[in-house]
């Protein structure tokens, strides 16, 4: 299972920039965009990413240690 406390889903942001903050929980391997994202031992991450100016969809996907995937769409709007 994957949680994102920060941002929320579907707003519009004002910098190029914003910090992807979250837990998951039971996984072996996250990954934003395909790049690997450090995890804690509580299974928190917390990942900067930038934005393209318009709309941007960030995949978040998950493996536990049976090699299972789970997906999560974070939808951004940057406002240039």
């Given at each position: 299972q994957?949680?994102?406390s920060q941002p929320e889903n579907g707003i519009?942001?004002?910098?190029s920039s914003v910090v992807v903050q979250g837990k998951?929980?039971?996984i072996k391997n996250l990954y934003i965009n395909n790049r690997?994202?450090?995890i804690d031992t509580e299974g928190n991450f917390n990942e900067t990413i930038l934005l393209a100016p318009g709309y941007n969809i960030t995949l978040l996907s998950a493996?536990?240690?049976?090699e299972r995937t789970i997906e999560h769409k974070l939808e951004l709007v940057y406002l240039k």
């Open positions: 994957i949680t994102i519009s942001i004002a910098t998951a929980d039971r690997p994202v450090l493996q536990d240690r049976f």
